[in-house]
Nanobody, 126 residues
Framework: EGQLVESGGGLVQPGGSLRLSCAASGFEFDKYDMNWVRQAPGKESEWVSG???????YYTDSVKGRFTISRDNAKNTLYLQMNNLRPEDTGVYHCAGRRSIGTLVAGKDQALYHYWGQGTQVTVSA
């Protein structure tokens, strides 16, 4: 059975950087579009970024210019490089995979995805 395992979260000061990783196993990673979704305390989940199987990238407006999503199909791994972090970036970051249909289908709801990771905590605070 397929699995996604995130890592790389932690506590960082505002303006700092973190790199999240998501290791995939048990499914054909290169046939899946991959996404990052975050859940902040007391707030609805928010779709953050996605990358399709052709490596076309997509971002929510609040992270454009600060976050970079990438994938390494040889390593079955998804990444999210986060720079210039802000307190409002705090939350649990989940990676999520959906089998590609040729155009990215993404959103904040877990039900959209075929695979969903447990998440890694990111806390941005002074």
């Amino acid at each position: 059975e397929g699995q996604l395992v995130e890592s790389g979260g932690g506590l960082v000061q505002p303006g700092g950087s973190l790199r999240l990783s998501c290791a995939a196993s048990g499914f054909e990673f290169d046939k899946y579009d991959m996404n990052w979704v975050r859940q902040a305390p007391g707030k609805e989940s928010e779709w953050v970024s996605g990358i399709d199987r052709r490596a076309e990238t997509y971002y929510t407006d609040s992270v454009k210019g600060r976050f970079t999503i990438s994938r390494d199909n040889a390593k079955n791994t998804l990444y999210l490089q986060m720079n210039n972090l802000r307190p409002e970036d705090t939350g649990v970051y989940h990676c999520a995979g959906r089998r590609s249909i040729g155009t990215l289908v993404a959103g904040k709801d877990q039900a959209l995805y075929h695979y969903w990771g447990q998440g890694t905590q990111v806390t941005v605070s002074a």
